[in-house]
C-alpha cells in the first residue's frame, strides 16, 4: 500500500491541535461579521434575515453556476437553505468561516443534484487560460450585483492555489468552479481519467494542507 | 442477461500502522467533494470512515468551499426577490413564528410572508366547502383583550397585526351593503402575498353551525365578477368577535372587495348573494 505522508497530514484534521487552527492574516484589519448561523440555530427568527443577507447571493451564484437552468437552481436554493438550518448548530468557526461553511453546505447540495442527474448534458468545458470572455458557463453567466465577504480562509485559499502545480490548479478550477465532472475533464484536456483524478486529489490535500498548516504564511 | 456487475475495486487495509489513511478512502472523499458520489461508493466510504475514524470526512469538502470562494471572489449575483420570499417562508415554519422578513434595519423592505391556514378538512360531499371552519371549532380567536387585534405570539390576530406593519397592505372597513352603514372591524390585505386578515366586532349574529355558516369571498378585479374566491368559511361565537386569516383557494391577481355571505354549512361553490351582510371594499371600483 503506498503511503502518502502529505494525505497523513492533510487527514488528521479532526483531532488536530486548536493551535493549529488557520492563523489569521497579518496585517488583516477589516472587520470580520460575527457569525449568525448560531443565532438561526437558537432559533432566533431574526437570524434568518440577515443569513440571507450575506449568502443569499453568494447560495444563488453557486446555484446557478452548477445547475443546469434557472428553474433547477431556484430548487437547489430553497433545499440548499433548508439544509443549512437544519445544519447551522453544527457550525463551528474554529474550523472554518462561516462563508466557507455556507459554501460547503450549499456545494454538497449541489454536486448530490448534479450527480442525480448525470445523465444529462453538462456545460460545455472551458480550459483555464483559455476562458471566452463571457465566463464559465455558456448559458447566461451570472451578473456580479453584489459584494459579499468571502472571509479570510478563502483569501488564503486563493494564495494557496497559487502555490499548487499549474495542472492542477487548473484541473481543480474545471472541477470546483466550472463543475465539470472527471470524466468530462479527461475528455476536454485530452488527460488519463486516473491522472485527472490524481491531480484533483493531490491537489486537494495540498490546498488544505496549505490552509492548516500554522504559521506558515503562503505568499501573499 | 445482464451479466453480474463486476466487483469493487480492492479496498485497502484500514488504517496502517502510522496512521496513514488508505489511498482507496482519500478518493472517495476527493470525489465527493467534488463530483459526488453514486450508492456503493458511498456505503463503501462509509464503511472506510468507520474504519479511520480520526480522518476528518469533511475536509476536503471545506477546501473545495474554499477554494470556490477564492476563484469565484466576493462579487456575487444578487438573489431574486421571489425566491428570498420562499425561502424566508420556509425558514419561518421552521424557526419560529415570529415573522422572518423583518428589515434588518439596513432599509431593506420587509418581505411579505403569508399567512398559515389549518389544514382544510376535506368536504363530506357535493360541492360543500370545507376550508377552515370557525368559531366551536376553535379557528376564530374571540380572546379578551383583542382589541384592536389582541395578537400575542401566533395566531390569526398576531398576523394581523404583523400585517399592519408591512408597507403596501391595505386597510378596509366592513359596510353593510343594504343600508351603507359602517359595521366594527376591518379588513388587512396584503397584495403581494394575496392573503389578509379580517376583524368583525359583534357585527353579525350568533350563527348556528349546523343550520348555516359565514363565507367569504374575494373579488378579484381582473376575473369574472360573477366568479368571486371562496376564502373560507367560519362562525361567529357569541360575544361576536371572531378574527379569521383570509386565504384565498385560487391566486388573486387584484383583489378589490372582500364579501360575507350566509350560506349552508360548508359553504358553496356559487353563491347567490341572497344573504350577503358585509362588504368590505379594498379598492376604488
Given at each position: 500500500?503506498?503511503?502518502?505522508?502529505?494525505?497523513?497530514?492533510?487527514?488528521?484534521?479532526?483531532?488536530?491541535?486548536?493551535?493549529?487552527?488557520?492563523?489569521?492574516?497579518?496585517?488583516?484589519?477589516?472587520?470580520?461579521?460575527?457569525?449568525?448561523?448560531?443565532?438561526?440555530?437558537?432559533?432566533?427568527?431574526?437570524?434568518?434575515?440577515?443569513?440571507?443577507?450575506?449568502?443569499?447571493?453568494?447560495?444563488?451564484?453557486?446555484?446557478?453556476?452548477?445547475?443546469?437552468?434557472?428553474?433547477?437552481?431556484?430548487?437547489?436554493?430553497?433545499?440548499?437553505?433548508?439544509?443549512?438550518?437544519?445544519?447551522?448548530?453544527?457550525?463551528?468557526?474554529?474550523?472554518?468561516?462561516?462563508?466557507?461553511?455556507?459554501?460547503?453546505?450549499?456545494?454538497?447540495?449541489?454536486?448530490?443534484?448534479?450527480?442525480?442527474?448525470?445523465?444529462?448534458?453538462?456545460?460545455?468545458?472551458?480550459?483555464?487560460?483559455?476562458?471566452?470572455?463571457?465566463?464559465?458557463?455558456?448559458?447566461?453567466?451570472?451578473?456580479?450585483?453584489?459584494?459579499?465577504?468571502?472571509?479570510?480562509?478563502?483569501?488564503?485559499?486563493?494564495?494557496?492555489?497559487?502555490?499548487?502545480?499549474?495542472?492542477?490548479?487548473?484541473?481543480?478550477?474545471?472541477?470546483?468552479?466550472?463543475?465539470?465532472?472527471?470524466?468530462?475533464?479527461?475528455?476536454?484536456?485530452?488527460?488519463?481519467?486516473?491522472?485527472?483524478?490524481?491531480?484533483?486529489?493531490?491537489?486537494?490535500?495540498?490546498?488544505?494542507?496549505?490552509?492548516?498548516?500554522?504559521?506558515?504564511?503562503?505568499?501573499? | 442477461?445482464?451479466?453480474?456487475?463486476?466487483?469493487?475495486?480492492?479496498?485497502?487495509?484500514?488504517?496502517?500502522?502510522?496512521?496513514?489513511?488508505?489511498?482507496?478512502?482519500?478518493?472517495?472523499?476527493?470525489?465527493?467533494?467534488?463530483?459526488?458520489?453514486?450508492?456503493?461508493?458511498?456505503?463503501?466510504?462509509?464503511?472506510?470512515?468507520?474504519?479511520?475514524?480520526?480522518?476528518?470526512?469533511?475536509?476536503?469538502?471545506?477546501?473545495?468551499?474554499?477554494?470556490?470562494?477564492?476563484?469565484?471572489?466576493?462579487?456575487?449575483?444578487?438573489?431574486?426577490?421571489?425566491?428570498?420570499?420562499?425561502?424566508?417562508?420556509a425558514a419561518r415554519q421552521r424557526i419560529g413564528a415570529q415573522p422572518v422578513g423583518v428589515a434588518s434595519g439596513d432599509g431593506v423592505a420587509p418581505e411579505r410572508v403569508p399567512l398559515r391556514l389549518p389544514a382544510p378538512v376535506r368536504p363530506s360531499r357535493g360541492p360543500v366547502y370545507a376550508g377552515w371552519v370557525v368559531g366551536a371549532a376553535g379557528l376564530a380567536l374571540a380572546a379578551a383583550g383583542w382589541w384592536p387585534w389582541g395578537g400575542r405570539g401566533g395566531g390569526p390576530a398576531a398576523e394581523?397585526?404583523?400585517?399592519?406593519?408591512?408597507?403596501?397592505?391595505?386597510?378596509?372597513?366592513?359596510?353593510?351593503?343594504?343600508?351603507?352603514?359602517?359595521?366594527?372591524?376591518?379588513?388587512?390585505?396584503?397584495?403581494?402575498?394575496?392573503?389578509?386578515?379580517?376583524?368583525?366586532?359583534?357585527?353579525?349574529?350568533?350563527?348556528?353551525?349546523?343550520?348555516?355558516?359565514?363565507?367569504?369571498?374575494?373579488?378579484?378585479?381582473?376575473?369574472?365578477?360573477?366568479?368571486?374566491?371562496?376564502?373560507?368559511?367560519?362562525?361567529?361565537?357569541?360575544?361576536?368577535?371572531?378574527?379569521?386569516?383570509?386565504?384565498?383557494?385560487?391566486?388573486?391577481?387584484?383583489?378589490?372587495?372582500?364579501?360575507?355571505?350566509?350560506?349552508?354549512?360548508?359553504?358553496?361553490?356559487?353563491?347567490?348573494?341572497?344573504?350577503?351582510?358585509?362588504?368590505?371594499?379594498?379598492?376604488?371600483?
Open positions: 500500500m503506498p503511503r502518502n505522508p502529505v494525505a497523513a497530514d492533510a487527514c488528521r484534521w479532526q483531532h488536530r491541535d486548536p493551535s493549529r487552527r488557520i492563523a489569521p492574516l497579518e496585517g488583516a484589519h477589516r472587520r470580520v461579521p460575527e457569525p449568525v448561523l448560531h443565532r438561526v440555530a437558537a432559533g432566533d427568527p431574526a437570524a434568518v434575515q440577515e443569513v440571507l443577507d450575506r449568502y443569499g447571493g453568494l447560495v444563488w451564484s453557486l446555484a446557478r453556476r452548477l445547475c443546469f437552468n434557472r428553474a433547477e437552481a431556484e430548487d437547489a436554493v430553497q433545499e440548499i437553505f433548508i439544509d443549512l438550518w437544519k445544519s447551522a448548530g453544527r457550525f463551528d468557526a474554529s474550523v472554518a468561516s462561516e462563508p466557507t461553511f455556507v459554501a460547503m453546505i450549499a456545494r454538497r447540495r449541489l454536486v448530490d443534484r448534479r450527480r442525480r442527474a448525470a445523465r444529462r448534458p453538462e456545460p460545455t468545458p472551458t480550459i483555464p487560460g483559455r476562458e471566452a470572455s463571457n465566463g464559465d458557463r455558456p448559458d447566461a453567466p451570472p451578473t456580479a450585483a453584489q459584494r459579499i465577504e468571502i472571509g479570510e480562509e478563502a483569501e488564503r485559499a486563493g494564495r494557496a492555489l497559487e502555490e499548487l502545480k499549474e495542472e492542477q490548479r487548473d484541473l481543480l478550477r474545471m472541477s470546483i468552479f466550472q463543475g465539470l465532472s472527471h470524466q468530462r475533464i479527461a475528455e476536454a484536456t485530452g488527460l488519463p481519467l486516473g491522472t485527472v483524478k490524481t491531480h484533483i486529489r493531490r491537489g486537494l490535500i495540498r490546498l488544505r494542507e496549505l490552509l492548516e498548516v500554522p504559521g506558515r504564511e503562503v505568499k501573499p | 442477461m445482464t451479466p453480474p456487475s463486476p466487483p469493487p475495486p480492492p479496498v485497502p487495509s484500514p488504517n496502517q500502522p502510522d496512521g496513514v489513511p488508505p489511498e482507496r478512502l482519500l478518493d472517495l472523499l476527493a470525489d465527493r467533494a467534488t463530483q459526488g458520489l453514486d450508492e456503493a461508493e458511498a456505503r463503501e466510504l462509509d464503511r472506510l470512515l468507520a474504519e479511520n475514524p480520526d480522518v476528518d470526512p469533511a475536509s476536503f469538502d471545506f477546501a473545495c468551499a474554499a477554494a470556490y470562494l477564492a476563484m469565484n471572489g466576493p462579487e456575487v449575483e444578487e438573489m431574486p426577490a421571489s425566491l428570498r420570499e420562499k425561502v424566508a417562508r394581523g397585526e404583523r400585517m399592519l406593519a408591512r408597507a403596501g397592505v391595505v386597510r378596509a372597513t366592513w359596510t353593510v351593503p343594504q343600508t351603507g352603514e359602517a359595521a366594527p372591524g376591518e379588513v388587512v390585505w396584503d397584495p403581494v402575498a394575496c392573503c389578509g386578515v379580517m376583524r368583525l366586532d359583534a357585527c353579525l349574529p350568533v350563527n348556528d353551525p349546523r343550520v348555516e355558516q359565514y363565507q367569504v369571498w374575494i373579488f378579484d378585479a381582473t376575473r369574472d365578477e360573477r366568479y368571486p374566491i371562496h376564502g373560507g368559511v367560519f362562525d361567529v361565537p357569541r360575544d361576536g368577535k371572531v378574527v379569521v386569516p383570509i386565504e384565498p383557494r385560487l391566486p388573486v391577481r387584484e383583489a378589490i372587495r372582500i364579501a360575507i355571505t350566509v350560506e349552508r354549512p360548508g359553504g358553496v361553490w356559487v353563491s347567490d348573494r341572497s344573504r350577503m351582510p358585509l362588504v368590505a371594499k379594498l379598492k376604488t371600483e
